[in-house]
Structure formats: C-alpha cells, structure tokens
C-alpha cells in the first residue's frame, strides 16, 4: 500500500504543516507495511522537492508546470489527477490548510470518492486504517473506515501530528511535468488575501503560558505574566478570557482560536472543556495547575499540580528565578 503526502507551499515557503502531514505518512506506513511518497506542487519546485528528499520517503514528485505557479483549484485538480493515474496511491494525505479545502472536494469528487477531513488521529485495527474526526466542536469523536478501491483521501488538523517527527532518510526526485492547457483553468488568480497582521503567532511559540478562569480576575492576569516572562513563553487564554476582553482575542486558543503544537505548554487556572483541548492536544508536554484535582486537563497533562493558582505561580517564578 503506497501512502501519498501531498505538501503545500506558496511562493517557495512551505506550509507550516506540510511537514506535519509528511510525519503522519511515515508512521501510517511503517503501521501498515507499506511505502511512503511525498509530492510537491508549482512552478519552479525543485529545491523543494531537494528538500524533501533528505527524508525517509519512497519517492518525491516535483509536480512543476507554468500554470501551477499561482495556485487554481483545476489546475491542482488535473495535475494531481494526472499524477495519481502515473503513482497509483491508496492514500493520498494533505494538511487541512484552507486551500486543501478548496480543491480537495473536487478532486475527491472527480474520482467518484470521498475526502475525509479533518483527522486528529489514527489506528490500524487488524490491518484497516481507521480515520478520527471531531464532530460538535470536539464534543464527539467519530471513527471513520474506507471502503472499496482506492485512491482514498484525508486531510489532517493542524497540530495532530508533531512536524519534528518527520524522519530523515534519502529519497529519488522524479520531475512531473502534467499536461494543462490554459483554457482549462477558469479561474484567474488576483491579489492574494492576507489577514490582518497578529501581534502574535502562538503557533510559532516554543512555550506557551496560557490562563483560564482560575485566575478570577483582569488584575491578577499579571501574575501569570510574570510567569511567562520567567519561562520565556508566550501568553494565551481560554475563551472566556478573551471573551471578557482580558485578553485579545488572538491569544485564543481552542477551536473558535489559535491551534498550537509547542514544547512545553503550561495550563494555569484551566479547567480543560473539550474546545480548549482542541486547540492544544499536538504540545509535547503539558503542564497543568488546578485546584480540582477531577479537572479534565489533567486527563491530558503529563505533569500535574493541585493547589491554588495564586500560591502555586509565585513558587514557580522564584524557583525558575532561583535556577537561572
């Protein structure tokens, strides 16, 4: 069974979760005894499919052609059509990137598959791959099987898989060139949209602090601050922080907020509702301070403290401060 990554970049940058995706195709294969490829899509991609070749793949497709240089939902949909009829993957994945969004329907759909969106897990149960999507903003978790032949299709959740789990290795680039004709592409691409600029990426942030309810009050959320400054980490809130206005909506993280994989990620005051969790289950570590010892984050913490935020804080500050 041949797994497909297919990886996304933009003006030669890669996507912060291409390599996510990548690490999710190299277990499941190694989980299912079979061969994992990745693909790389544009115009001028060949140091990135270079890149790509310095991981433990099977095979790399530069997929290069003028009209992949700005991206189109057909022009992807025939270049990867062209493609899976040249690889013959059983499963091709994708990081659930808004883009990913926009042509994989279509692709699914032009093959008379689905797409599976969304996963935040897997596991191989006597050789079937089962997919794991979240229903109800995370309330339900819902196991999803494939049936009948293959190319079958996946997209994966932000943070669901840890990007420096991509193995190294060697692998083959073989050049793509698919046949597109420019009146096959209806759409004509313009000026890219781009959000306004965040004060922070906490998606980028190697230690996150974050603050729920525990903390009572807007004047007490210095505390924690002081805290975050001691670790050199980022400050994020659950959302009734944000909601209160204590703290800008984009140091939200949950599934209405930011989604974030960091090292260490300390949970100060949070009781840990499932939309919360959503946002933060790819951390490494999780470190969470409560005073109800049933809180569900501790479900999910790999250190707990149970005691009072407010005497527990000023002792960590002291004794990191104590350690530097």
Request: glycine share 8%.
């Amino acid at each position: 069974m041949t797994i497909l990554a297919v990886l996304e970049q933009r003006a030669g940058q890669w996507n912060r979760m291409s390599f996510e995706t990548l690490a999710a195709a190299q277990q499941l294969a190694v989980e299912i005894n079979g061969t994992a490829g990745a693909a790389v899509l544009g115009d001028g991609v060949d140091s990135l499919a270079a890149e790509l070749g310095a991981r433990r793949l099977e095979k790399v497709y530069a997929v290069g052609h003028e009209l992949l240089k700005d991206y189109t939902p057909d022009g992807y949909v025939l270049a990867l059509r062209q493609l899976i009829d040249r690889v013959q993957p059983s499963i091709l994945l994708f990081p659930h990137t808004y883009q990913v969004r926009d042509f994989l329907p279509k692709l699914a759909a032009s093959l008379n598959r689905t797409a599976v969106s969304d996963v935040v897990a897997h596991r191989v149960e006597n050789g079937d791959l089962v997919l794991v999507r979240q229903l109800f903003q995370g309330k339900v978790n819902a196991d999803v099987r494939f049936t009948g032949e293959g190319p079958h299709f996946a997209s994966l959740q932000a943070g669901a898989y840890r990007a420096d789990a991509a193995e190294a290795g060697s692998a083959p680039v073989e050049k793509f060139a698919p046949q597109i004709a420019a009146a096959e592409i209806r759409t004509r691409p313009m000026e890219l949209f781009r959000e306004a600029q965040r004060a922070v990426d906490l998606s980028a942030a190697d230690i996150i602090v974050s603050v729920g309810r525990g903390i009572k009050e807007a004047e007490n959320i210095p505390l924690v601050q002081k805290l975050a400054d001691a670790l050199g980490a980022e400050l994020a809130a659950s959302r009734p922080i944000c909601d209160a206005g204590w703290l800008p909506m984009e140091r939200q993280v949950g599934s209405s907020g930011q989604t974030v994989a960091p090292k260490m990620y300390m949970a100060v005051g949070i009781s840990g509702a499932i939309q919360h969790l959503v946002g933060m289950k790819g951390s490494r570590t999780v470190v969470a301070i409560n005073k109800d010892p049933n809180a569900p984050i501790f479900e999910v913490a790999d250190y707990g403290i149970v005691g009072d935020l407010f005497q527990v804080v000023p002792e960590l500050i002291d004794a990191i401060g104590k350690a530097k």
